[in-house]
Nanobody, 123 residues
Framework: QVQLVESGGGLVQPGGSLRLSCAASGFTFSMSAMRWYRQAPGKERELVTTINSSGDSTNYADSVKGRFTISRDNAKNTVYLQMNSLKPEDTAVYYC????????????????WGQGTQVTVSS
């Protein structure tokens, strides 16, 4: 069973930091690019950041550039999102995602989503 499980969300004051984790199972994690999305109340889900399968190429939305850092540990099948200098507008449910994956020798062009973790930035 392919699965992504996020953790690490919570309540933090403006200017604070949080580190999200996303543990993958059921597919060959080291062969999938990974993404973090977020969805704020009443808004569409937006792409926050991406990382390639080897971890040496990343991209960020302008709104988080310079504050957020995506990384991965392929030995631990985990992708991370380090969030610094948090702002109230970063409040959202954060989801990790793989758009495609390899499992059992087969390639799947279907997205895997985690259940999401709530991040609330408020004083």
């Amino acid at each position: 069973q392919v699965q992504l499980v996020e953790s690490g969300g919570g309540l933090v004051q403006p200017g604070g930091s949080l580190r999200l984790s996303c543990a993958a199972s059921g597919f060959t994690f080291s062969m999938s690019a990974m993404r973090w999305y977020r969805q704020a109340p009443g808004k569409e889900r937006e792409l926050v950041t991406t990382i390639n399968s080897s971890g040496d190429s990343t991209n960020y939305a302008d709104s988080v550039k310079g504050r957020f850092t995506i990384s991965r540990d392929n030995a631990k099948n985990t992708v991370y999102l380090q969030m610094n200098s948090l702002k109230p507008e970063d409040t959202a449910v954060y989801y990790c995602n793989a758009q495609t994956y390899w499992s059992g020798g087969a390639f799947y062009r279907q997205a895997i989503w985690g259940q999401g973790t709530q991040v609330t930035v408020s004083s």
